[in-house]
């Protein structure tokens, strides 16, 4: 057990063949690439099998002593321990394909595995082997702003939630001893949120009715009224430019106010209304009056001809 | 193991045959020596000493008490060589050429009886073969992938 712990802390994470003379032989399984190509060339016999197992030993074998003695070494040796590598490197038929298929499905169901897709599905410049490199903090923010992308396109259609998943804690999670409060947010002062809607920039608001003389607004029953209603619209605006329409009509040259002399016309006009809405309503007073007056003489009338006589 | 390599004897070190069996710790290449010595051109002490010297290894094996034969475990040059021998070999080669191959490049010496057994008997080439390849650590697949630890 010592010897593995030191071969461990020697190599890392790897192979080891244990001769039957108790030779150690450490060594990693080739790229999936080269496994392909050097299961391709071993059974074309194009090359003499002994020295496919060198290259591949010398590749593969991490021991420096023995891979410099390879000549030195049983031929068996070399043999016996590349044989184990290629098992190791890929599947040598289709069998050995599900089976190590099935090993990594099972493998794959760890959740960070499935983080990993998903930030590769996000940003597909990154490759497995990238997250695999990283920091769990890094690796933490990169799931999260793959999620966020993937929700913004649509492919998620929630965030993530890991509370229904089928990985348990490895340690238990240790609960503290006083609830941590949660930030709340701040109540809505509203009386605030008005003013600063206020202190905003203002904004032009254009209403249907206001951009009625363009004819693509006009809808249903406008459309067929298009002509009456051009008609009133000139008709009701026609006393503001009145003056000049008179000169153009009298073969004067125009004469254009200015917006003061415009604004003093507008105030005379103004008060012309007024009074004559003062005038307007004072007749409609009396006329009332009068009427009043004609009905309660016809009533004493009709009251004079009822009346019984006495006997 | 097959019976016929528990048969096979290595010529041990000194330093292993004087632990092992203090009896015959005097001289293991002496023992050998003394035991083959009524063979005609048998080896002599000297000559196992500049075998294991030259091979690492050396054994002493035999299909009866006449058919006698020394030879060392094939090592990785000489097998690859032989392989790009017969790679490169105009005429096919059959994996009995092969085998001869293997034990006439193997074999250090070899008693008349058991020279005339190569001939004689059909399976003599062939389990020396077996012998010599199983101790240059040749093995079954299976085997190998039991002996695979992952750390």
């Not at chain 1, 420096?64 to 184990?84: D, K, M, R, W, Y």
């Not at chain 1, 999620?147 to 929630?158: D, V």
């Not at chain 1, 003061?260 to 004072?282: D, F, H, I, Y």
Request: charged share 25%; with cysteine; net charge negative.
């Amino acid at each position: 057990m010592e010897e593995r712990l030191l071969l461990r802390e020697l190599y890392g994470p790897v192979y080891v063949s244990v001769l039957p003379d108790g030779q150690r032989v450490p060594w990693k399984p080739l790229p999936v690439g080269e496994f392909l190509s050097y299961q391709d060339q071993f059974a074309s016999g194009q090359y003499p099998t002994a020295f496919l197992e060198n290259e591949v030993f010398k590749k593969c074998v991490l021991n420096p002593v023995l891979v410099s003695q390879i000549n030195e070494l049983l031929a068996g040796v070399v043999s016996t321990v590349v044989f184990s590598i290629m098992e190791n490197s890929g599947p040598s038929d289709l069998t050995r394909l599900e089976e190590l298929l099935n090993r990594s499905r099972v493998k794959a169901n760890v959740v960070l595995h499935d983080m990993i897709a998903l930030v590769c599905q996000a940003f597909p410049a990154y490759k497995p082997e990238d997250l695999y490199n990283m920091d769990a903090e890094t690796f933490m923010f990169r799931v999260a702003l793959a999620e966020r992308k993937l929700l913004n396109t649509g492919i998620l259609k929630e965030p993530l939630s890991l509370s229904d998943s089928k990985q348990k804690p490895t340690r238990p999670v240790q609960q503290p001893s006083t609830p941590i409060a949660t930030p709340t947010p701040p109540p809505v002062n509203l009386a605030k949120a008005h003013r600063e809607q206020q202190h905003k920039e203002p904004q032009t608001i254009i209403s249907a009715a206001d951009i009625r003389e363009h004819e693509v607004v006009y809808t249903g029953h406008e459309k067929e009224d298009k002509i009456v209603l051009e008609h009133q619209m000139v008709k009701d605006t026609a006393k503001f430019y009145e003056d000049y329409m008179q000169q153009i009509q009298s073969g004067t040259k125009v004469q254009i106010k200015t917006p003061e002399e415009r604004k003093a016309e507008a105030l005379v006009r103004s008060e012309q209304n007024r009074q004559a809405n003062v005038k307007r309503a004072k007749q409609s007073q009396l006329d009332e009056k009068q009427e009043l007056e004609r009905l309660a003489k016809m009533r004493k009338i009709q009251r004079t001809v009822k009346k019984p006589h006495k006997r | 193991m097959s019976p016929v390599a528990e048969e096979t004897a290595k010529v041990p070190s000194e330093e292993v045959a004087a632990e092992a069996a203090p009896e015959v710790a005097k001289d293991p290449s002496q023992v050998v020596a003394d035991a083959l010595s009524a063979f005609p051109g048998a080896p002599s002490r000297d000559q196992i000493e500049a075998w294991k010297q030259q091979f690492g290894e050396v054994f002493c094996s035999g299909f009866a008490e006449t058919e006698l034969y020394m030879w060392h475990p094939i090592g990785r040059a000489e097998f690859v060589a032989l392989q790009a021998q017969i790679s490169q070999s105009q005429t096919q080669v059959t994996n009995l050429d092969a085998e001869a191959l293997v034990v006439n490049g193997c074999v250090l010496w070899a008693s008349e009886p058991g020279k005339s057994a190569f001939k004689q008997k059909a399976g003599s080439l062939t389990a020396l073969h077996e012998q010599i390849m199983s101790n240059s650590n040749f093995m079954d697949p299976r085997l190998a992938t039991a002996l695979v630890v992952k750390l």
